[in-house]
């Protein structure tokens, strides 16, 4: 009889078999992203008007992040998708995050990049009450990453910048590989990734994911 240990070391290093769970791991929750856009404060006023200033609807999970009330339109040359959240506050640069299904819809190629990784990215435009914005290589999915603080980046034994797997659970159980960690001390503990992504695993917001060896 084959010992079940053996069987279980080999079953590991097989495709599609069980990755081990790191055991300095901890839960992770995840944060479900919608496409939204980052506006700087110049194409705030020339989407919604001079002197606009946007209005929080909701807070984030991140600190001092929010969803705000107003939304815009983006415009492809296949398509348009309507009601497109801001999320504020005002950035240096404006960025648009779509995911891949988006793209289609669109007709742009939005390259998977970590945010402010923009140059040769997609372009689009912007369309809002006041008026509208053409964004030129500001367009991009977003790479898959975890924001974190020190303390977290300590416990799971990660540093900022390092690509780590991380494992979902669940029916549609999978392992997402390339997974950015970013550490700064605002940042508060959560695996981000599209929609597209979480359709794929059966995932929501605030389901919980760990990091594996």
Do not use: W
């Not at 609807?57 to 815009?72: D, I, R, S």
């Not at 742009?108 to 435009?125: I, N, T």
């Amino acid at each position: 009889m084959i010992n079940q240990s053996l069987l279980a070391k080999i079953h590991q290093k097989l495709p599609g078999g069980t990755a081990n769970v790191n055991s300095a791991s901890a839960s992770i929750p995840i944060g479900v992203s919608n496409r939204h856009v980052h506006l700087s404060a110049g194409d705030i006023e020339a989407l919604f008007g001079p002197g606009y200033q946007l209005t929080p609807f909701k807070e984030l999970k991140q600190p001092g992040q929010y969803a705000a009330k107003e939304c815009v339109m983006i415009v492809g040359p296949k398509g348009n998708i309507t009601n497109v959240r801001v999320l504020g506050p005002a950035r240096d640069k404006t960025q648009l995050e779509i995911s891949k299904a988006d793209c289609f819809v669109l007709g742009v190629k939005a390259p998977v990049r970590e945010s402010g990784d923009l140059p040769d990215s997609a372009d689009a435009l912007l369309v809002g009450p006041a008026g509208h914005v053409h964004l030129k290589s500001q367009v991009i999915c977003a790479q898959r990453h975890i924001h974190m603080n020190e303390r977290d980046a300590q416990m799971l034994n990660v540093t900022n910048g390092q690509t780590v797997r991380v494992k979902t659970a669940g029916q549609r159980s999978l392992i997402f590989d390339e997974v950015v960690v970013r550490v700064k001390p605002s940042f508060a503990l959560e695996f981000h990734i599209d929609t597209d992504e979480a359709n794929a695993a059966g995932l929501k917001s605030n389901d919980s994911v760990f990091i594996v060896a």
